[in-house]
């Protein structure tokens, strides 16, 4: 069953710091992976995407890791800021037959001063 | 330069009916694709359509279709409303079909279904 899970639900981390959210992932035939930042209420915002030959993508304060190997993904963010307050959402994409995308459920990132 | 564009923002029906949401893509981008978002989960893919065809479609029932117009702007129906199909549904566009490009996704419109 093609399955996206992440890691942890929700975090709470003090303004200035790093953190690390994780993504692993089931989907097959595998395209790519890709991270969004959404907002409450509001649509997804991309992020980094990565293809199969691709382990890490940076964009700006966030950079990305892929293992296809292992397939999993990580999604890590350089000293936070308040407005990184958001849910991170892991996607991958497969052509099962049709094309087709898989959506994690998110973390909730909460950024407190 | 706009973005994508949804219309309307906020609606609310009752159960049985049906309802029609409107989405406008980037200029220049040929690919729609609708998603639905239960609230406190991540988005489902609906469908992708692009060059006025269905290119792709995620598990859902046949109460849910769509279609691409000429200017490649879209609009998804939904009959026959349940409770369970409240949600935020997001459209995004990208240039091609697929899912290799960027999708940039709309502001959603929340449906609420008494």
């Known amino acids: 069953k093609n399955q996206v899970e992440q890691s942890p639900q929700s975090l709470i981390i003090l303004e200035g710091k790093n953190c690390t959210l994780q993504?692993?992932?089931?989907?097959?035939?595998?395209?790519?992976l890709r991270w969004y930042k959404q907002d409450t209420g509001r649509g997804p915002v991309s992020l980094t995407i990565?293809?199969?030959?691709?382990n890490t993508k940076s964009n700006g304060r966030y950079t990305a890791t892929l293992d296809a190997d292992t397939k999993q993904s990580s999604l890590h963010i350089t000293a936070s800021q308040l407005s990184d307050s958001a849910s991170y959402i892991c996607v991958v994409s497969a052509y099962t037959g049709a094309n087709n995308l898989f959506f994690g459920t998110g973390t909730r990132l909460t950024v407190i001063p | 330069d706009a973005g994508v564009t949804q219309s309307p923002t906020h609606l609310i029906k009752t159960r049985g009916q049906q309802v029609t949401l409107r989405c406008s893509p980037i200029?220049?981008?040929?690919?729609v694709s609708w998603y639905q978002q239960v609230l406190g989960q991540g988005p489902q893919f609906i469908f992708q359509y692009y060059e006025k065809e269905e290119r792709g479609r995620g598990n859902f029932p046949d109460r849910f279709s769509a279609r691409q117009f000429p200017n490649y702007s879209s609009e998804l129906n939904v009959n026959a409303l349940l409770l369970g199909d409240s949600a935020l549904y997001l459209c995004a566009s990208s240039l091609r079909q697929g899912f290799t490009n960027e999708q940039f996704f709309g502001p959603g419109t929340r449906l609420t279904v008494l």
């Open positions: 993504c692993n992932y089931t989907v097959s035939p595998f395209s790519n």
């Open positions: 200029s220049g981008h040929k690919s």
């Open positions: 990565m293809t199969f030959s691709e």
